[in-house]
């Protein structure tokens, strides 16, 4: 058998644990014509309708596309948008055990309103405070009662407080305790929190931000030095970053790799990331060379700038590229 689909084989007997930030991301959409008489704002007449799982709920979606088994662990409110998100999930076949609902915090929802295929306005309604001590004691044995079933975690870290420094080093301690890898998608506010990660995977904006880097990452030399920078300080054993048309550098203790992106009629790079992470998840729960983990998320976060939208990956189309490219 090939490996390349012997590999995509493998994926479906995975299961995947994603802790972070889920949410639901709305859309009203619908037509502009004209504008506002009472201000100078346009005016939508709504056709349609939809809501989808944002944040960490979109990688989800990339693991169950791949035949994986997604399990979302997060905290969510006691509210009308908690329940509508536990019934999104139901609908794609995701299991909510992994989901704990809180009286003093708010379900995630972010609103986009279209006119014309054109966003308008958003709308958030969140709260962005780290959990308390109580929520984080139930977020902690929620995750280390699922962990045992799930053979890679993914951090997601939309800066929303579901993550936060208080709880990071233990969570990794627990993969690390059961010689689970464990995969970062991070964000500014815990840059440097993550420490004893298997796969620290930030974009170009990301690191340099985390790093306070002025200077232009314009160069693989000067990509390699951030990463060596980077690696001093997390100890992480793999470094993963993305660099849209530039594609990625994957970097170890040993050796580094520059993956240039694939030619693509890019529609829309939104979702792209939840990609690269999944299917780098995927890699590390399989035990595949690093190479192959690169060529492979690059290659996967490239397809999805092809559809409009966040959208999750297409196996079929991702397996088909493979066998021709590998």
């Known amino acids: 058998m090939n490996t390349i689909q012997s590999l995509f084989d493998t994926f479906t007997k995975k299961r995947v644990l994603i802790v972070g930030d889920v949410m639901i991301d709305s859309y009203i959409i619908g037509k502009v014509e004209r504008m506002s008489p009472e201000a100078a704002v346009p005016v939508v007449d ?5 809501q989808r799982l944002g944040g960490a709920g979109n990688v989800a979606m990339n693991v169950k596309a791949m035949g994986a088994e997604p399990i979302l662990c997060s905290v969510i409110g006691n509210d009308k948008e908690g329940a509508e998100l536990q019934s999104i999930m139901s609908g794609l076949g995701m299991t909510c055990h992994g989901l704990i609902q809180s009286n003093k915090r708010m379900t995630t929802q972010k609103t986009r309103v279209l006119g014309n295929n054109q966003q308008l306005l958003r709308i958030d309604h969140e709260i962005n405070t780290d959990l308390d001590s109580e929520d984080t004691a139930s977020l902690e044995q929620r995750f280390s009662a699922e962990l045992v079933h799930c053979d890679v975690v993914i951090f997601e870290d939309y800066n929303k407080g579901v993550l936060h420094v208080n709880n990071i080093e233990l969570l990794i301690q627990l993969c690390i305790d059961k010689g ?24 170009l904006k990301e690191i340099k931000e985390g790093l306070q880097i002025e200077k232009e990452l314009d160069s693989n030399a000067s990509v390699g030095n951030a990463i060596d920078q980077l690696m001093r300080v997390l100890h992480n054993q793999i470094t993963l970053v993305t660099m849209s048309e530039r594609g990625v550098f994957v970097q170890t203790q040993e050796d ?8 693509r009629t890019i529609t829309d790079v939104s979702g792209a990331g939840d990609t690269v992470v999944c299917i780098a998840a995927l890699c590390l729960s ?27 990956i297409d196996p079929k189309q991702l397996l088909a590229e493979a066998l021709l490219a590998f």
């Open 286 to 312: 399989a035990k595949t060379d690093v190479l192959t983990l690169a060529k492979l998320s690059n290659l996967a976060g490239g397809l999805v700038c092809e559809k409009i939208g966040v959208v999750p």
């Open 46 to 50: 709504v056709t349609d309708f939809d």
């Open 180 to 203: 689970i890898p464990t995969i970062v998608d991070p964000k500014k506010s815990n840059f440097l929190a993550y420490k004893n990660a298997t796969l620290f995977k930030p974009n």
């Open 256 to 263: 580094s790799h520059h993956v240039p992106a694939h030619r």
